[in-house]
Nanobody, 117 residues
Framework: QVQLVESGGGLVQPGGSLRLSCAAS????????MGWYRQAPGKQRELVAA???????NYADSVKGRFTISRDNAKNTVYLQMNSLKPEDTAVYYC???????????WGQGTQVTVSS
């Protein structure tokens, strides 16, 4: 089992950067696949970036080249570095963890990212 706490959201101007953090507690963090999702009002929740085993990563087409997911197992933390932010990136961003074998999902509380002039 893991518990996830997100931080780092806020207001930023277009073209700016933010780094989101997701701190995990409990179980064995290093073996869990991790991801970041986002959801804007009136839209479906979408996968932004995922970090699986062996360091493999996947990104939504809309964020490729701008966002980077990483993890620090020593700190039990996963990050989402967001650069060249656009207004359409505005959403609540959620940290997600998937347990091995059972594929159970765990979610953070979400952190608001607003990109506006």
């Amino acid at each position: 089992q893991v518990q996830l706490v997100e931080s780092g959201g806020g207001l930023v101007q277009p073209g700016g950067s933010l780094r989101l953090s997701c701190a995990a507690s409990g179980s064995i963090f290093s073996i869990y696949a991790m991801g970041w999702y986002r959801q804007a009002p009136g839209k479906q929740r979408e996968l932004v970036a995922a970090y699986a085993s062996r360091g493999s990563t996947n990104y939504a087409d809309s964020v490729k080249g701008r966002f980077t997911i990483s993890r620090d197992n020593a700190k039990n933390t996963v990050y989402l570095q967001m650069n060249s932010l656009k207004p359409e990136d505005t959403a609540v961003y959620y940290c997600n963890a998937v347990a091995p074998m059972t594929r159970d999902n765990y979610w953070g509380q979400g952190t608001q990212v607003t990109v506006s002039s």
